[in-house]
């Protein structure tokens, strides 16, 4: 993927105030994942509390809904949701699977690391 100069400095400036590695993202063409520990980074680094509720918890689908905030904002909240079947999971945790999906929606979203093409890496995203 080749990087226009905003985007070099927004990455730049993701990686240098949350202590990210290369490790903790993917590049992709059109888009960039932040994994698992990237997200856990950045919910630290940025102060992001999460709370989880059990929505639905069945055999073959389990929704989390997770209720995140900063703390020094707590007035700012997200309410955002991960689910995980067999269809769409390849693991059989389906309950981590879908709080790790939560999770990394709440940060994201508190972030607004959505808003400039970054991604959980377990989004269902088009790979156009």
């Keep these: 993927m080749k ?9 730049r400036n993701l ?4 202590g990210l590695s290369k490790d903790d993202i993917f ?5 960039t994942i932040v994994k698992r520990s990237g997200i856990q980074k ?4 940025q102060n992001i509390h999460i709370e989880f509720e059990v ?4 055999r073959d689908f389990v929704v989390i809904k997770a209720h995140g905030w900063r703390r020094n904002d707590p007035e700012k909240r997200i309410e955002t949701y991960g689910s995980a079947t067999k269809e769409n999971c390849m693991s059989k945790h389906l309950v981590e699977m879908s709080e790790k999906r939560a ?3 709440c940060v994201l979203s508190l972030t607004n690391l959505y808003q400039h093409g970054f991604f959980g890496e377990d989004e269902d995203i088009h790979r156009g």
């Excluded at 590049?27 to 888009?31: N, S, T």
């Excluded at 929505?55 to 069945?58: A, F, G, K, R, Y």
């Design 15 to 18: 990686f240098e105030s949350n």
């Design 27 to 31: 590049v992709a063409k059109h888009f």
């Design 103 to 105: 999770m990394s929606r």
């Design 3 to 11: 990087l226009n100069d905003s985007e070099k400095t927004q990455l």
């Design 42 to 45: 950045i919910q630290a680094t």
């Design 55 to 58: 929505i639905q918890c069945d």
